[in-house]
């Protein structure tokens, strides 16, 4: 994988997951993690898209077979064999899983990018918090500046969720966390039996998001993660939108940011 690389969507330097044409060398095919990975009966798989090497997720109930799709980012549009989104449908196998449903973390283009075309395939609803609804409207202006080609259509929104809201997968239950700070709509997705938190771009292995773009604010971001995600537990294993997955207890006591060491070198 190499040294740590700067990316646009995280504060500073961090490791970052391989291109999609880098994916399996040494790696599992869909990326860093294992093509699956299950957790109490939850399978998570990933597969990394776009220029931005996005983690687009699918979280499945292994009884039952129904899916959800998490952040289908990737450069959109392109319809082509191999394709940011062939390869996303491709995480339904093995096992058929059913997506039935889009959650979109937060509204920035890399996460974004392809779920119009997503949603067209699919045929399923998708959901975002309220507060990243501008970010949505601005997609054509995100795809020029961040040069995501064929990126330009605004996916339609059927459920605008709030913080706390639940629902089921299979014999799971997911609860929305809003972590604002680095979007005003940012939220996680939390599946309390499996201990597996979705964490979007608010939290990383070792970093948190950038909050220098519109409705970013670092004083919101480590409220967000100190007061609602370290809580959970330190057993939980969290899977951001870029970068390896990592427990919130490694976070809490060594992330340079928001963890005890960032508070203990403020006091040095």
């Known amino acids: ?12 330097y961090v490791p970052v997951l391989p291109r999609p044409a880098e994916a399996g060398r ?3 095919k869909r990326g860093l993690w294992p093509a699956s990975t299950g957790w109490d009966m939850l399978v998570v798989r990933n597969t990394v898209v776009g220029p931005f090497a996005e983690n687009t997720l699918l979280v499945g109930d292994g009884e039952t077979g129904e899916a959800i799709l998490i ?8 319809g082509s064999p191999g394709g940011d989104l062939e390869r996303t449908l491709l995480m339904r196998e093995p096992g058929a899983f059913r997506i039935a449903r889009i959650f979109l ?5 890399d996460h974004v990018a392809g779920c119009a075309e997503a949603k067209g395939r699919l045929g399923v609803p998708c959901q975002i918090h309220r507060g990243d609804a501008a970010w949505l409207d601005a997609i054509p202006q995100q795809a020029e500046m961040f040069g995501f080609e064929g990126a330009r259509e605004r996916p339609d929104i059927d459920h605008f969720h709030e913080d706390g809201e639940t629902f089921t997968l299979g014999e799971h239950e997911g609860r929305i966390i809003h972590t604002p700070g680095h979007s005003r709509g940012s939220c996680c997705l939390f599946f309390e039996k499996a201990r597996i938190l ?10 948190v998001g950038r909050t220098d773009l519109p409705g970013g604010d670092f004083e919101a971001l480590e409220r967000s993660i100190r007061e609602k995600l370290f809580p959970l537990g330190d057993d939980v294993r969290f ?5 390896p ?7 809490r006591s060594q992330n340079p940011f928001v963890g005890e060491v960032a508070r203990r070198g403020r006091f040095v």
């Open 105 to 109: 973390t937060h509204g920035h283009i």
């Open 71 to 78: 952040d289908p980012g990737g450069t959109g549009g392109t």
């Open 239 to 243: 899977f951001p939108g870029h970068g």
């Open 245 to 251: 997955s990592a427990t919130l207890g490694d976070e």
């Open 198 to 207: 979705f964490a979007g771009d608010t939290l990383f292995a070792g970093s």
């Open 26 to 28: 040494g790696l599992g």
């Open 1 to 12: 994988m190499g040294g740590p690389s700067r990316h646009p969507w995280l504060s500073r």
